[in-house]
C-alpha cells in the first residue's frame, strides 16, 4: 500500500467550502428581492404570493446552507486529525 495522500480529500473539502459559499452568496441575492412589508388590501395580494414564494424559497436555501455548513465543518475537523496522524506517523518512523 503507497503512502497516504490528502489532496484528494482536501480538494473535496475545498469544493464544499466554495459550495458553501456560493450558497450563502445566491442566498443575500434571492434575499435582496424580499419585501419586509406586511401587505393586507385585497389590491396587494400578488404581493403576498410573491412574499410566500420568497420565504419559501429562502427556507429551502437556509435548509441547505445548515447541511453544506456542518458537512463543511465537520470534513475539515476531520481533515485536520487526519493530516495531524500521518504528522505523528511519519515522525515516528525511523529515519534511514
Do not use: C, N
Amino acid at each position: 500500500m503507497g503512502p497516504l495522500t490528502l489532496t484528494p480529500f482536501a480538494l473535496i473539502w475545498a469544493a464544499l467550502v466554495v459550495a458553501t459559499i456560493g450558497l450563502g452568496l445566491y442566498r443575500k441575492l434571492v434575499a435582496s428581492h424580499e419585501d419586509d412589508y406586511i401587505h393586507v388590501s385585497e389590491g396587494e395580494s400578488k404581493l403576498v404570493a410573491q412574499q410566500v414564494a420568497v420565504a419559501q424559497k429562502l427556507d429551502v436555501l437556509d435548509r441547505w446552507a445548515r447541511i453544506l455548513i456542518i458537512t463543511s465543518a465537520v470534513t475539515g475537523v476531520l481533515l485536520g486529525i487526519a493530516y495531524l496522524y500521518k504528522l505523528w506517523v511519519d515522525s515516528s518512523k525511523p529515519v534511514s
